[in-house]
């Protein structure tokens, strides 16, 4: 055995709290990226994976803003000889109204080796599907977890209300997750159990280039050809803004980890100076020391990683359920939910926590190999030198801020950007607050030592001294505890602002008294309401308007869009603002022929200003922007045209009608008339509130990751702060000896310990005020402007300002109880005890 | 042993003009200056001198533990104050044996574990009965399996003698090894230092405050003001002309 | 001393006391407990276990067998023979309606050969084959009872083979297509009649006729088609007993009728190049429920249409054992009267055979005899290499009859393994 190795691991036996910071902070961290990181890549995977579903093979895709009529498809098979296939797409979920989403997919189950082969190729038994009334196959993956067995009837709920499928067979094998959550259908059942005989969503085409433009000719009016290439590679990207964000949340919390570790590994090493000067005493030259010390770096953090990773992968499993529904509330469905675990995900999170780990321990490892020629090196020096590092550290401060600037002002510069600015002044920022601690305790001190009630605060003096003593083990766990924090305020804030800004955008949007929108358990039912509804409605002496929308997605210099179509009166004029221009020349430009309203992420997305002159795909007719209005509903970006009365009858009616109703009618009885209306089961009668109810709900549900998130980093800082303090008053304990033996009680030897906690935490928590408006700032100019492409409000609510120096000071509080609570601890243990008996020469000695 | 032979032998460690000083309040104050010393093998010195003059930053300096300012230090014939650190490292390893007054002992090893370190250091195998012997001619054979802490001051400073004694250095070097011992303690510990130092036939350098100790030595230094002082109580004929040799 | 009490009762439990400094460590084990637990209860929430696979979709799919779902006939999806209608005797044949489908039965097929030759030098020579197939997934009766027209809900699906001989090229090309009536991509019906898969076609001119009819076929993939007007030389002749045939010992029948002799007038088109071509077509169309029986390996059937202005038709089923099974042989005069001819006056010998590159051997040459009208012919293909390796495996090619009477024919050659 090895016996340094076996010192070192000794060490760690003894001083365990140490060790379990230590790896608490690698843990912690590892866990947080590693299950964002999964969570990401799955989302990702199960985008890409319900897009595969959704594209199989084909090379090109039509669709149209309504219904296709089949006979395009024998059109193009018979007379072109393009090979097309029929696809009907639905989502579905089984059993009740809140059960699994699954997306339904019907298509020509005989033809197997063309367009469709991505998902019939596993259709062994065609003939059943077709000749079987309401027959489907579910993923195997689905089934076994679902526990649906061949031959089962499986009750399902679509937009129309729920009807029974027959399960007569499986797909792929029991772990195959390309068939998760996917239901097959023929063509002919999916037709008629949505009533959509001689129709289709799509047709799937495979295509030679020279076939496309051919194929584009063919197209009748309000059909467009798109690239399914193109289509998934937006589909995949769809999230991406949030992804990352999510991201740069979880390397926050990585950082605020690796401060931990930063901390504890100095106090571990600065702990052992006595040990490794002796070792180089007795020979062991510094390579060597170096490397032992990188060696035990190491296995720390490869037994960290191993627990980060599994955690990780347990918290994945959570954090995907949050985020998929964020997802599925923001951009598109994706009805896969699967946790997927790549090399590539477990390496990336490994590699965070060992090189995190290895490149937090370098500077403490070879500060305390250089120091440690000379045993007796006293800790004044040590401190002295922290102090000066402190100072040193000051002089970054301009350049960091510069930097950020600089980055900034780039033209061009991105997302990415605008994280690395809000990085470097957040770095700036902690690295001010050592000094800020240092300068507020003696300005403290300094009073209370010219107080003349000093007596009674002779405590709070020493508590304060001590703070400022100790600050070479405690700063980095201040910087941790801080920038946990300012994350902390910068965050609430901008959920704060977010919540405002989207209030008073859906109050002033919601204008209209009641709110008729289909009723559906399933997304992108393609439903409309009853016109002979919105017929009656109007007709009702109370209504003074109707509002409508239909909307379908559409497509405009390759970016996908939501394209709105939209009858506004006046009333629901007055919900709109614009940016930078006056309301009534919108207004004036949008009524006139090829106007078109553009919401500010879909401007930004694709910088457009007002007047610009922009082509839709499918449309023949250039539109030209009227105005570009606040939108927080989609981040992808919408549009709106002007509704046309529906000359084509099969065209898809309004989705969501508002009615403006006449001062003084009543907004209840007209609700309850329009619920005992002929085909108003379907349709859900909502008031303007009830409407506002449900958008903030579903809103609190999107922030509910970074909240998650949020409490992760705030988590990590508790440890950090526990640790910090732990190490200072562990290494306190011959001198909590000497105070006891001087006559102190354990009643103030409490208070002693819990002062100086509360003051650190104090000044954390008032550090991290300012440093969470900086936060906030960047958050809400820089990134959600950048990734969302909105603009929103600021909102500062003191109550969360407040917030963050008392849960400071709570955390160091609860991380004084442990140290207290050894002042109870009767008599003092015999280490202790002999030290005690000796630390007055010793301290003396050393004092020399 | 014959003083003849120790004067044709070279001198182990050899200062010549050695001066260092110390970073204060922005100026350099002299803590020793251009110090002359010669130790010879077998020799037993003792270092006087009353606390702060500089004594252990001269041990410090023989050991490679500091950097002259200015001069050199010669350990076994090697110019050993301008060694690399890892040459003056294995110097260290194989020729020297250091005694602290304070962490003498690794804490996290056995007393047995902490007497095989330096015999690991130099690449031999673990030997029982010579740690055996040492801690029974010590008298802590007893607390062979115990940790430092489970023991008393007089019996961690024993065994940190024979810590340093282990590997059989040709050099011993002790700052106030029992500075923080009783009287009686440091009695024994002293005594035993000794012996065993003579036993080896090491050369041992010990530093101190206590005058008491200076009768047991072959040779006396005194450190006065950063300046080495010559006394030469207990005066063995051979010895002083070989350090008149030296000083001339 | 107090120092002295402790040290010697820290001897006395020896080693096991450096634990004693260990209190801290509850601390950082709670820690660990803390985090562990919080893994187990997170894992312990009530969510699906995650799905442990990253694949995308694979590149190769496994190939679809359609053979399976004609080999076995009705009892491929769970139905019986019996659950179709069958070809009985005593319900004679009326026309037009009987040359539109009948889905009430399993299979059912309309198939026109023809050899022709440019009109034009250098006289090329062409074989060309149409066959639209039809076969139920199930009997009517089991489709779903509520009136629909939406196609994709009958339960029929249609496969087309299209072949064309290039025997000066040594080339035989073929193609095939699947299409369900859905849409309106595939069917057989109206008036004039139309037998149509995509742009495949079979189309009566004239209502309550089947002919004149137009044949009108492209495959873009294979660069073959053809546009043909045939017209009757010869009327239509019920095979077997009025058009009941007799398949097997079990009284298994289809109903089949021939038009064995029309003329083909019209263009071939081979990679691009129209061919006008002219020459004799063969049409057939045949219906029924049953399969081959248990003891039924396949058959050989020939269609020869003789220089003297008669046709000779000819086919047998061989059985497993080797032995040849049900046989029919019919001598067409030039009127159009059908003469049958009893098994015993042929005499068949085949003189050779052909492996395919798909690895079957098919009988390659035959000699036919029937002395009592004086007929002693050799059948030849045109080209060895006329296999139709599709999803359904056969032989169907262009033939040369050299003897006793000159002509050409097709021959098809089912069930070799």
């Known amino acids: 055995?090895?016996?340094?190795?076996?010192?070192?691991?000794?060490?760690?036996?003894?001083?365990?709290?140490?060790?379990?910071?230590?790896?608490?902070?690698?843990?912690?961290?590892?866990?947080?990226?590693?299950?964002?990181?999964?969570?990401?890549?799955?989302?990702?995977?199960?985008?890409?994976?319900?897009?595969?579903?959704?594209?199989?093979?084909?090379?090109?895709?039509?669709?149209?803003?309504?219904?296709?009529?089949?006979?395009?498809?024998?059109?193009?098979?018979?007379?072109?000889?393009?090979?097309?296939?029929?696809?009907?797409?639905?989502?579905?979920?089984?059993?009740?109204?809140?059960?699994?989403?699954?997306?339904?997919?019907?298509?020509?189950?005989?033809?197997?080796?063309?367009?469709?082969?991505?998902?019939?190729?596993?259709?062994?038994?065609?003939?059943?599907?077709?000749?079987?009334?309401?027959?489907?196959?579910?993923?195997?993956?689905?089934?076994?977890?679902?526990?649906?067995?061949?031959?089962?009837?499986?009750?399902?709920?679509?937009?129309?209300?729920?009807?029974?499928?027959?399960?007569?067979?499986?797909?792929?094998?029991?772990?195959?997750?390309?068939?998760?959550?996917?239901?097959?259908?023929?063509?002919?059942?999916?037709?008629?159990?949505?009533?959509?005989?001689?129709?289709?969503?799509?047709?799937?085409?495979?295509?030679?280039?020279?076939?496309?433009?051919?194929?584009?000719?063919?197209?009748?009016?309000?059909?467009?050809?798109?690239?399914?290439?193109?289509?998934?590679?937006?589909?995949?990207?769809?999230?991406?803004?949030?992804?990352?964000?999510?991201?740069?949340?979880?390397?926050?919390?990585?950082?605020?980890?690796?401060?931990?570790?930063?901390?504890?590994?100095?106090?571990?090493?600065?702990?052992?100076?006595?040990?490794?000067?002796?070792?180089?005493?007795?020979?062991?030259?510094?390579?060597?020391?170096?490397?032992?010390?990188?060696?035990?770096?190491?296995?720390?953090?490869?037994?960290?990683?191993?627990?980060?990773?599994?955690?990780?992968?347990?918290?994945?499993?959570?954090?995907?359920?949050?985020?998929?529904?964020?997802?599925?509330?923001?951009?598109?469905?994706?009805?896969?939910?699967?946790?997927?675990?790549?090399?590539?995900?477990?390496?990336?999170?490994?590699?965070?926590?060992?090189?995190?780990?290895?490149?937090?321990?370098?500077?403490?490892?070879?500060?305390?190999?250089?120091?440690?020629?000379?045993?007796?090196?006293?800790?004044?020096?040590?401190?002295?030198?922290?102090?000066?590092?402190?100072?040193?550290?000051?002089?970054?401060?301009?350049?960091?801020?510069?930097?950020?600037?600089?980055?900034?002002?780039?033209?061009?510069?991105?997302?990415?950007?605008?994280?690395?600015?809000?990085?470097?002044?957040?770095?700036?920022?902690?690295?001010?607050?050592?000094?800020?601690?240092?300068?507020?305790?003696?300005?403290?001190?300094?009073?209370?030592?010219?107080?003349?009630?000093?007596?009674?605060?002779?405590?709070?003096?020493?508590?304060?001294?001590?703070?400022?003593?100790?600050?070479?083990?405690?700063?980095?766990?201040?910087?941790?505890?801080?920038?946990?924090?300012?994350?902390?305020?910068?965050?609430?804030?901008?959920?704060?602002?977010?919540?405002?800004?989207?209030?008073?955008?859906?109050?002033?949007?919601?204008?209209?008294?009641?709110?008729?929108?289909?009723?559906?358990?399933?997304?992108?039912?393609?439903?409309?309401?009853?016109?002979?509804?919105?017929?009656?409605?109007?007709?009702?002496?109370?209504?003074?308007?109707?509002?409508t929308a239909r909307r379908r997605e559409a497509q405009m210099a390759g970016h996908r869009f939501m394209l709105l179509s939209r009858a506004l009166p006046a009333a629901a004029r007055q919900g709109y603002r614009f940016i930078g221009a006056d309301a009534a020349a919108v207004w004036a430009r949008f009524d006139q022929p090829g106007g078109i309203l553009v919401s500010e992420p879909l401007a930004r997305r694709l910088g457009l200003q007002r007047a610009d002159v922009l082509r839709i795909d499918g449309f023949a007719d250039p539109f030209q922007v009227a105005g570009i209005y606040y939108d927080y509903g989609y981040e992808q970006g919408r549009a709106i045209v002007p509704a046309v009365p529906p000359s084509d009858p099969e065209a898809t009616g309004p989705r969501r009608a508002g009615l403006y109703l006449h001062d003084g009618a009543s907004v209840v009885a007209l609700i309850d008339w329009l619920n005992r209306q002929p085909g108003a089961e379907n349709v859900r009668v909502v008031d303007a509130e009830g409407l506002l109810a449900r958008s903030l709900a579903i809103f609190e549900r999107t922030f509910l990751v970074t909240e998650v998130l949020r409490v992760l980093a705030l988590l990590v800082a508790f440890v950090a702060m526990l640790s910090a303090l732990l190490s200072v008053q562990m290494e306190r304990q011959p001198e909590m000896a000497l105070y006891r033996a001087l006559g102190f009680s354990a009643w103030e030897r409490t208070r002693l310990l819990l002062y100086q906690g509360v003051i650190l935490g104090g000044v954390c928590g008032l550090a991290a005020i300012p440093m969470g408006l900086l936060l906030a700032w960047g958050l809400i100019d820089l990134i959600q402007l950048r990734a969302f492409g909105w603009t929103l409000f600021y909102r500062i609510d003191p109550l969360q300002l407040v917030q963050a120096p008392f849960l400071a000071m709570l955390t160091a509080f609860l991380a004084t109880l442990y140290p207290a609570w050894r002042q109870w601890q009767g008599v003092p243990r015999r280490g202790s005890g002999r030290l005690s008996v000796s630390s007055a020469s010793a301290a003396a000695a050393k004092k020399r | 042993m014959s003083s003849t032979v120790v004067m044709s032998a070279p001198a182990l460690i050899r200062l010549s003009a050695v001066s260092k000083g110390f970073l204060s309040g922005g100026q350099v104050q002299p803590v020793l200056q251009t110090i002359d010393l010669q130790l010879h093998p077998g020799e037993v010195t003792v270092l006087l001198g009353p606390s702060g003059c500089g004594k252990s930053t001269l041990l410090s300096l023989i050991a490679g533990l500091e950097w002259p300012d200015s001069g050199t230090v010669e350990l076994l014939g090697e110019p050993f104050s301008t060694l690399s650190d890892a040459q003056q490292t294995r110097i260290r390893r194989r020729s020297l044996g250091i005694i602290f007054q304070f962490f003498?002992?690794?804490?996290?090893?056995?007393?047995?574990?902490?007497?095989?370190?330096?015999?690991?250091?130099?690449?031999?195998?673990?030997?029982?009965?010579?740690?055996?012997?040492?801690?029974?001619?010590?008298?802590?054979?007893?607390?062979?399996?115990?940790?430092?802490?489970?023991?008393?001051?007089?019996?961690?400073?024993?065994?940190?003698?024979?810590?340093?004694?282990?590997?059989?250095?040709?050099?011993?070097?002790?700052?106030?090894?029992?500075?923080?011992?009783?009287?009686?303690?440091?009695?024994?510990?002293?005594?035993?230092?000794?012996?065993?130092?003579?036993?080896?036939?090491?050369?041992?350098?010990?530093?101190?405050?206590?005058?008491?100790?200076?009768?047991?030595?072959?040779?006396?230094?005194?450190?006065?003001?950063?300046?080495?002082?010559?006394?030469?109580?207990?005066?063995?004929?051979?010895?002083?002309?070989?350090?008149?040799?030296?000083?001339? | 001393m107090k120092r002295d009490s402790m040290k010697k009762s820290s001897r006395n439990v020896g080693g096991a006391s450096r634990w004693r400094r260990m209190r801290p460590g509850r601390l950082g084990a709670a820690l660990l407990v803390l985090l562990v637990g919080a893994g187990a209860w997170v894992y312990c929430l009530p969510t699906p276990p995650s799905a442990l696979s990253g694949v995308g979709p694979s590149e190769e799919g496994a190939r679809f067998s359609l053979g399976q779902l004609l080999g076995n006939a009705p009892q491929q999806a769970g139905f019986e023979q019996a659950d179709f209608e069958q070809a009985k005797p005593g319900q004679p044949l009326v026309f037009p309606r009987d040359h539109g489908e009948h889905p009430g039965f399993h299979h059912e097929w309309w198939y026109l050969s023809a050899n022709v030759q440019e009109i034009r030098p250098p006289f090329r020579r062409f074989g060309l084959q149409l066959t639209q197939f039809r076969f139920a997934l199930a009997p009517l009766s089991q489709a779903d009872g509520a009136p629909t027209n939406n196609h994709w809900l009958r339960p029929q699906v249609y496969m087309g083979h299209l072949a064309i001989t290039h025997v000066r090229a040594g080339e035989h090309r073929r193609a095939e297509r699947f299409s369900r009536p859905g849409a309106g991509l595939?069917?057989?019906?109206?008036?004039?009649?139309?037998?149509?898969?995509?742009?495949?076609?079979?189309?009566?001119?004239?209502?309550?006729?089947?002919?004149?009819?137009?044949?009108?076929?492209?495959?873009?993939?294979?660069?073959?088609?053809?546009?043909?007007?045939?017209?009757?030389?010869?009327?239509?002749?019920?095979?077997?007993?009025?058009?009941?045939?007799?398949?097997?010992?079990?009284?298994?029948?289809?109903?089949?009728?021939?038009?064995?002799?029309?003329?083909?007038?019209?263009?071939?088109?081979?990679?691009?190049?129209?061919?006008?071509?002219?020459?004799?077509?063969?049409?057939?169309?045949?219906?029924?429920?049953?399969?081959?029986?248990?003891?039924?390996?396949?058959?050989?059937?020939?269609?020869?249409?003789?220089?003297?202005?008669?046709?000779?038709?000819?086919?047998?089923?061989?059985?497993?054992?080797?032995?040849?099974?049900?046989?029919?042989?019919?001598?067409?005069?030039?009127?159009?009267?059908?003469?049958?001819?009893?098994?015993?006056?042929?005499?068949?010998?085949?003189?050779?055979?052909?492996?395919?590159?798909?690895?079957?051997?098919?009988?390659?040459?035959?000699?036919?005899?029937?002395?009592?009208?004086?007929?002693?012919?050799?059948?030849?293909?045109?080209?060895?290499?006329?296999?139709?390796?599709?999803?359904v495996r056969y032989w169907e090619g262009a033939v040369a009859v050299s003897g006793s009477h000159q002509g050409y024919g097709y021959v098809e050659l089912a069930g070799y393994e």
């Open chain 3, 186 to 391: 595939a069917g057989v019906g109206g008036s004039p009649l139309r037998i149509w898969l995509e742009n495949w076609t079979l189309e009566a001119e004239s209502p309550g006729s089947l002919v004149p009819l137009r044949l009108q076929a492209d495959d873009a993939g294979t660069g073959i088609g053809a546009r043909l007007q045939l017209r009757a030389l010869k009327p239509r002749v019920l095979q077997g007993d009025a058009g009941l045939s007799v398949k097997n010992s079990r009284g298994d029948a289809s109903y089949y009728y021939s038009y064995p002799r029309l003329s083909a007038r019209g263009r071939l088109n081979w990679d691009g190049e129209a061919i006008e071509v002219a020459g004799l077509a063969w049409f057939d169309h045949e219906w029924s429920s049953n399969s081959l029986s248990a003891e039924q390996a396949g058959w050989d059937w020939f269609s020869l249409q003789l220089d003297s202005g008669e046709e000779l038709m000819f086919y047998r089923f061989r059985n497993r054992d080797g032995r040849e099974g049900l046989s029919h042989v019919v001598l067409i005069d030039p009127q159009g009267l059908p003469r049958p001819v009893a098994r015993q006056a042929l005499q068949f010998e085949t003189l050779g055979e052909w492996r395919s590159p798909s690895g079957v051997t098919y009988p390659a040459r035959w000699r036919l005899q029937i002395d009592t009208l004086g007929v002693d012919i050799q059948v030849k293909p045109l080209l060895a290499d006329q296999e139709m390796d599709l999803s």
């Open chain 1, 1 to 547: 055995m090895n016996l340094i190795l076996l010192a070192f691991v000794r060490h760690y036996l003894r001083h365990p709290w140490m060790l379990g910071t230590l790896l608490c902070g690698v843990v912690l961290g590892v866990t947080v990226v590693t299950a964002v990181e999964l969570t990401n890549h799955s989302v990702r995977a199960n985008l890409a994976q319900a897009n595969a579903q959704l594209l199989g093979r084909s090379t090109h895709r039509i669709l149209a803003d309504k219904p296709i009529d089949e006979a395009l498809l024998r059109q193009l098979r018979t007379d072109a000889g393009i090979e097309a296939e029929p696809v009907l797409q639905r989502y579905l979920r089984v059993g009740a109204a809140d059960g699994p989403l699954f997306q339904l997919i019907a298509a020509d189950s005989l033809r197997p080796s063309r367009a469709g082969q991505g998902r019939s190729e596993v259709v062994s038994d065609p003939a059943s599907l077709i000749t079987t009334p309401n027959s489907v196959l579910i993923g195997a993956i689905s089934a076994r977890r679902l526990g649906i067995e061949r031959g089962a009837s499986l009750s399902v709920q679509r937009g129309e209300g729920e009807v029974v499928l027959q399960v007569i067979g499986v797909l792929g094998a029991d772990d195959d997750r390309r068939f998760s959550q996917l239901l097959i259908m023929d063509i002919g059942w999916a037709q008629r159990l949505f009533g959509q005989a001689g129709q289709l969503d799509a047709l799937d085409l495979v295509l030679q280039p020279a076939q496309v433009d051919r194929v584009r000719a063919l197209l009748p009016a309000g059909h467009y050809l798109v690239d399914s290439q193109a289509m998934r590679a937006s589909g995949e990207g769809i999230a991406d803004a949030l992804l990352f964000n999510l991201s740069a949340l979880s390397l926050l919390a990585l950082l605020v980890g690796l401060l931990l570790v930063y901390n504890t590994l100095t106090f571990s090493l600065l702990q052992r100076q006595p040990l490794f000067g002796q070792l180089r005493c007795l020979g062991v030259t510094a390579g060597q020391l170096y490397r032992y010390i990188m060696l035990e770096l190491l296995l720390l953090s490869v037994v960290g990683c191993l627990g980060g990773l599994w955690v990780g992968v347990l918290l994945a499993d959570q954090l995907l359920v949050l985020v998929t529904r964020t997802v599925n509330d923001l951009y598109a469905v994706s009805p896969l939910q699967s946790l997927v675990l790549t090399p590539k995900s477990l390496l990336l999170g490994c590699l965070a926590g060992v090189g995190g780990v290895i490149l937090a321990g370098l500077l403490p490892a070879r500060r305390v190999v250089q120091g440690a020629a000379h045993p007796s090196r006293l800790r004044i020096t040590q401190e002295w030198h922290a102090r000066q590092r402190l100072r040193h550290a000051l002089w970054w401060v301009p350049g960091l801020v510069l930097s950020a600037w600089l980055i900034l002002v780039w033209p061009g510069s991105g997302l990415e950007a605008g994280f690395a600015a809000l990085t470097l002044l957040l770095l700036a920022g902690l690295l001010v607050v050592p000094g800020l601690l240092r300068l507020f305790v003696s300005g403290a001190a300094g009073f209370l030592a010219g107080s003349k009630r000093r007596g009674r605060t002779g405590l709070l003096l020493m508590a304060l001294r001590e703070c400022s003593r100790g600050l070479s083990r405690t700063a980095i766990a201040v910087q941790a505890l801080t920038l946990a924090m300012a994350a902390t305020v910068g965050i609430a804030l901008l959920i704060g602002s977010f919540r405002l800004t989207l209030t008073d955008w859906l109050q002033q949007r919601l204008s209209a008294d009641i709110y008729l929108t289909v009723r559906s358990v399933v997304p992108d039912a393609p439903q409309a309401l009853p016109t002979t509804l919105l017929q009656a409605a109007a007709a009702q002496p109370e209504v003074q308007a109707i509002s």
């Open chain 2, 104 to 248: 003498n002992l690794v804490p996290t090893l056995t007393v047995a574990e902490n007497l095989h370190l330096p015999q690991q250091l130099n690449g031999l195998a673990f030997n029982a009965r010579h740690i055996d012997r040492l801690l029974q001619s010590l008298g802590v054979l007893h607390t062979r399996e115990h940790f430092p802490e489970q023991l008393s001051g007089g019996e961690q400073q024993r065994v940190a003698i024979a810590r340093a004694l282990i590997h059989q250095p040709a050099i011993v070097l002790a700052d106030e090894p029992t500075g923080s011992l009783d009287e009686a303690s440091a009695e024994v510990v002293n005594e035993l230092l000794f012996d065993q130092a003579r036993q080896q036939g090491s050369t041992l350098l010990l530093v101190t405050h206590n005058p008491a100790l200076a009768r047991r030595a072959d040779r006396v230094l005194q450190l006065h003001q950063g300046r080495l002082v010559q006394q030469g109580r207990l005066v063995q004929q051979g010895r002083l002309a070989a350090d008149d040799n030296g000083a001339t």
